[in-house]
């Protein structure tokens, strides 16, 4: 019975297209490499309050502005800028090594 629902699972993996990212302003392709990870991963982000179908997720080192259809995997790359860096977390971690 066990075995069966993970065959069923497989399957169903197996069959998911990767979403489709169309970039409006040429970013890099490991931005775009990563904002593939982040959607395959099931990331859904932070919904924009004013705008329906639009998403704020946070990569590694860039946060992604997308467009995501409403019908279909395609998604569409607005923006990407870097997170911001806390400073007085940056000076903790360098002067407090790790053990």
């Known amino acids: 019975m066990l075995l069966l629902a993970l065959e069923d699972r497989m399957k169903l993996n197996a069959n998911k297209k990767p979403?489709?990212?169309?970039?409006?302003?040429?970013?890099?392709?490991?931005?775009?490499?990563?904002?593939?990870?982040?959607l395959e991963t099931g990331l859904t982000g932070r919904p924009d309050p004013r705008r329906p179908g639009f998403f704020e997720l946070d990569g590694v080192a860039?946060?992604?502005y997308v467009f995501r259809y409403p019908a279909g995997h395609k998604?569409?790359?607005?923006?990407?800028w870097q997170r911001e860096v806390d400073p007085v977390a940056e000076m903790v971690a360098y002067s407090c090594p790790a053990a």
Do not use: G, K, M
């Open 19 to 38: 979403p489709l990212i169309e970039d409006l302003r040429e970013h890099s392709q490991e931005q775009i490499a990563e904002l593939r990870f982040l």
């Open 62 to 64: 860039d946060v992604y």
């Open 75 to 80: 998604v569409l790359l607005l923006a990407a």
